[in-house]
């Protein structure tokens, strides 16, 4: 009986492993929606994210949108003087993007703009953005 055990031990461990790893959520990876629903509650907090990269800003290269494809949800990722410019060959292609989700400032005074480069991406939308740190292309999107 105890051989029996031993045995069955192994091959019961194996399955729940393999039964939990195949939930369909990427480790460590926060959803673009999830974001977007309880922006408020994450500002502040270090995320990884993964879409479809739809636009990178033209005139500054400093401003990368990606794309939920199941949602259909976007998000705004902004680099810094240290990350540089977004390689405009993200376009099209999955992107995970490493940074810290920060809440948009609200303008007030009409003289003055947060940010005076406006990006054809952009939605007025927005009220959060991710400061990226890192980004890489994953994937070509699937035709």
Known sequence: MKNKFSLLFPILTISIIFIAGCTGKKTGVTEIDEIILNAESLAGESVIIEGLCT???????MKLF????????????????????????????????????????????????HNSEVCEGEASAFQFHIAAEQYQIIYQEKL
Do not use: M, N, W
Request: with cysteine; charged share 35%.
């Open 55 to 61: 636009h990178v800003c033209e005139k500054s290269g």
């Open 66 to 113: 990606l794309k939920d494809v199941e949602s259909e949800q976007t998000i705004r990722a902004e680099s810094s003087a240290t990350l540089g410019k977004f390689d405009p060959d993200c376009v099209d292609k999955y992107v995970r993007v490493r940074g810290t989700i920060v809440k948009d400032e609200q303008v007030t005074d009409s003289t003055h703009s």
